[in-house]
């Protein structure tokens, strides 16, 4: 089945903390993104990777890092969490019609 | 700056009632509007891509317009599995990110 697997679903951490949520499509796509979802700013990209060692900057890149080393794998790390980076977060996969493939999401909540 | 905008923000209706909802845009050089749909906690499901003005796409009961400003969501005969909150996006020309920008979605509620 074509997916887009993120780990973990649920996440409660500190502030400070470093976290990666991991992320796997089986789809064979080149390009992968980030996106937090947020009560009455929808959903807004953060980072994107064209293909393998090919990362750029979405609108909120701020406090986060990603690295792509495998097509399949685009992991997002924050290595210094803070209070405004709870959110929901949605790794999406695209294919070359651009057409996204969301992930199921994780939910992020920094104390 | 890309902009999406949803109305409304949220629709009742009953099980047959059939209704539209609306996404109007403005962006520099569409290359594509997308419809997804939200269930509570979970990721956005892809539903269509419209190109251009007067394309249209069909799934079960949801069909999918597209004007140069705005574009439709008609839902014919919902029925209560129908309920969710509808996306839309919009994609435009800008070399290689395929960046979604997003509207702040409907919230279609569908009653028996």
């Known amino acids: 089945e074509a997916q887009v697997t993120q780990n973990p679903r649920y996440l409660i951490t500190v502030t400070g903390k470093k976290l990666t949520v991991t992320c796997s499509q089986n789809?064979?796509?080149?390009?992968m993104s980030w996106y937090r979802q947020d009560p009455g700013l929808g959903l807004r990209q953060i980072y994107y990777?064209?293909?393998?060692?090919?990362?750029d900057k979405g609108d909120v890149p701020e406090g986060y890092k990603v690295s792509r080393k495998e097509k399949r794998n685009f992991p997002l790390i924050l290595e210094s969490p803070s209070p405004n980076q709870t959110s929901l977060y949605f790794c999406?996969?695209?294919?070359?019609?651009?057409?996204?493939?969301f992930g199921q999401g994780t939910r992020l909540t920094v104390v | 700056e890309d902009q999406v905008t949803q109305s409304p923000e949220a629709l009742r209706l009953q099980e047959g009632e059939s209704s539209s909802l609306n996404c109007s845009y403005t962006?520099?050089?569409?290359?594509?509007l997308f419809w997804y749909r939200q269930d509570p906690g979970k990721g956005p499901e892809f539903l269509f891509t419209l190109y251009s003005a007067g394309e249209e796409k069909e799934k079960e009961r949801l069909k999918a317009t597209l004007t140069k400003k705005e574009s439709f969501l008609h839902i014919t005969a919902p029925k209560p599995e129908d309920s969710a909150t509808y996306l839309c996006a919009v994609q435009a020309w800008r070399g290689s990110n395929y960046k979604l920008t997003f509207g702040k979605g409907t919230l279609l509620t569908v009653n028996p």
């Open positions: 789809m064979n796509h080149e390009y």
């Open positions: 990777s064209m293909n393998v060692e090919v990362t």
């Open positions: 962006v520099s050089g569409l290359r594509g």
């Open positions: 999406a996969s695209s294919n070359d019609r651009a057409e996204a493939f």
